[in-house]
């Protein structure tokens, strides 16, 4: 089978700030479906990063009294360590004040210049430096951003993009790919977005001095946004377009390059982006996902409320009920991709968070693990038995060997939530069968070689199991693939075949509690 490419891609995040759960959240999505793919035999390339540029972060680093470059140098750092926190599984980060990335963004201006798509003129109108983004009169709602952001006037010199040039090539885009925006309620808003009429696009500023220098005028940066979106090809290469990265990555990849990005930054990634690359000549991007957003508690997550959840901190609350770093990372994780359909807002809240780990992993598949890893270990020498002949067993596992295409499905729908549940779902019937086959009565009547075939059935199952968790659970999964002494090469979601089943004869390790129950201690 040949090999596909796959490119997938967060938002680079701004510097002006610490990362929090917002932040986590994409990049743990983008985590996700790259694991996925690289179990399905992909070659994959999952790249984040940090957004380093602009009025905003030029303006944090003053207030710190630190320069813009010292000030970055810092906050990129604490992304970077997140990601690594969070195992995450990036290929490549990357700073837009790397040589690389300024290189790049200077090519991709020239090139909208060389094809006339940028000229000179002056802007007057809102700007909402939290946003980096321009308004319109008519798009204010009390005053403010739609965002909420607050605005100020602006006028000045300004180098424009001809957006409005684009209007019919991108709806032509939207209509050729109706699945290029996801979920599909917000390809919805695109459209009518862009349909409602494009203005041209200021792209350059010359009141700060934080950015990328525009080419050929010392007075101005780039905007902020033109900067940052060229990220995703700064990574690969470009503008060396035959960089074995770009090529593979950027031209010839399978369903993909994907980007992952928040609701809140859909415009720009979905107008602006394909917009600039057919201005310059280049490929577009297969999709883009807009996710929802985390409240907490009901409540917006802002700095002002002081309600901003920091992803460290329910890492070190989650070590203190008891669970290991490991076991800590997986349960964040698995409960920011579980809790709400991928898409949805969705509230995040310490006593859900117990429930749901304490339900779905504790109890059901951690318990299906601890209690029949272990009484296989101490019974028939920890050994395997020949179960195809076990109709009952091959009734069960049929529901497992079915698990790859249930996962295929939803996954490449970015429907993480329910794959979950697919897995979930077959881990509630193997805890049926052990209860309905009951193998300690079996044992107690001295029937060995059904118990033995019941207790082999259930390590298949978990073999299964385990094999599709490595997508959202690599630490936990890992160790259940351990005990039964999984080949790494046979790690992967192809490998989920009946014809990839347990050997007979083969010994299981002595199995560990892994699974910990959260004991509530919230009042
Ligand atoms: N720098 C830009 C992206 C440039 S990409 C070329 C940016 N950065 S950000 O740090 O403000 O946001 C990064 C991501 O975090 C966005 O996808 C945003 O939607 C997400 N989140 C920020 N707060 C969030 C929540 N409360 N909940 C979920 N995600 C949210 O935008």
């Not at 790259?34 to 009025?55: I, M, Y």
């Not at 990328?212 to 101005?220: F, K, L, Q, Y």
């Not at 000549?281 to 920091?310: E, F």
């Not at 490991?326 to 969705?346: Q, S, T």
Request: with cysteine; proline share 3%; charged share 25%.
């Amino acid at each position: 089978m040949d090999r596909k490419n796959f490119y997938i891609t967060s938002p680079i995040y701004y510097v002006n700030d610490v990362p929090h759960i917002g932040h986590a959240y994409t990049s743990i999505a983008c985590d996700v479906q790259a694991r996925f793919r690289r179990l399905q035999g992909d070659k994959v390339r999952f790249l984040t990063g940090t957004d380093e540029h602009g009025q905003k972060v030029e303006k944090s680093a003053l207030a710190r009294q630190k320069t813009p470059q010292e000030f970055c140098d810092e906050v990129s750092t604490k992304f970077r360590q997140l990601a690594q926190i969070l195992g995450l599984s990036h290929d490549d980060f990357i700073r837009t004040t790397e040589d690389r990335h300024i290189k790049s963004a200077q090519e991709m201006w020239r090139r909208l210049e060389k094809r006339g798509f940028i000229y000179k003129d002056v802007y007057e109108g809102w700007y909402a430096v939290r946003d980096e983004a321009f308004y319109a009169q008519d798009e204010l709602v009390d005053g403010k951003a739609p965002t909420g952001a607050e605005v100020a006037w602006h006028k000045e010199e300004s180098y424009f993009f001809k957006l409005s040039a684009f209007q019919d090539k991108l709806l032509m885009l939207y209509e050729a790919a109706p699945d290029f925006v996801q979920p599909q309620s917000k390809m919805n808003e695109v459209l009518a977005f862009v349909k409602s009429g494009l203005r041209d696009l200021s792209i350059s500023r010359n009141s700060f001095k934080w950015g990328v220098a525009v080419p050929n005028d010392a007075n101005h940066i780039m905007y902020v946004w033109l900067d940052a979106l060229t990220n995703y090809i700064s990574a690969l290469g470009f503008p060396d377009e035959n960089s074995s990265l770009y090529q593979n990555f950027w031209c010839n990849t399978h369903d993909s390059p994907v980007h992952i990005v928040g609701k809140d930054i859909l415009r720009f990634h979905a107008i602006y982006w394909p917009a600039f690359l057919m201005a310059a000549d280049l490929p577009l991007p297969n999709k883009i996902y807009a996710h929802g957003w985390w409240t907490n508690q009901g409540q917006k997550i802002s700095k002002s409320v002081g309600n901003v959840i920091d992803p460290l901190q329910e890492i070190e609350w989650l070590k203190s009920l008891g669970c290991s770093q490991e076991v800590a990372v997986d349960y964040f994780k698995y409960f920011l991709m579980r809790e709400v359909p991928f898409g949805n807002d969705g509230d995040y809240s310490r006593n859900n968070f117990i429930n749901r780990i304490n339900a779905e992993l504790a109890n059901n598949i951690g318990n299906l693990v601890q209690r029949s890893l272990s009484m296989i270990y101490k019974n028939n020498n920890g050994e395997i038995v020949d179960i195809k002949g076990f109709e009952d067993g091959q009734n069960l596992l049929k529901n497992g060997y079915q698990l790859q295409n249930k996962l295929i499905e939803k996954l490449e729908k970015f429907a993480y939530d329910q794959a979950i549940f697919k897995i979930i779902n077959f881990a509630s019937l193997c805890n049926q069968f052990i209860n309905d086959k009951a193998p300690w009565v079996l044992k107690k009547e001295n029937k060995i070689e059904e118990m033995n075939l019941v207790l082999s059935t259930i390590a298949e199952a978990l073999r299964l199991i385990a094999v599709s968790l490595q997508i959202f659970l690599p630490n936990l999964s890992t160790k259940i693939l351990d005990f039964l002494r999984i080949d790494t090469n046979l790690r992967q979601i192809k490998n989920i075949d009946q014809a990839f089943c347990l050997k007979v004869s083969s010994q299981i390790l002595e199995p560990k509690i892994i699974f910990v129950r959260l004991e509530n201690n919230i009042n």
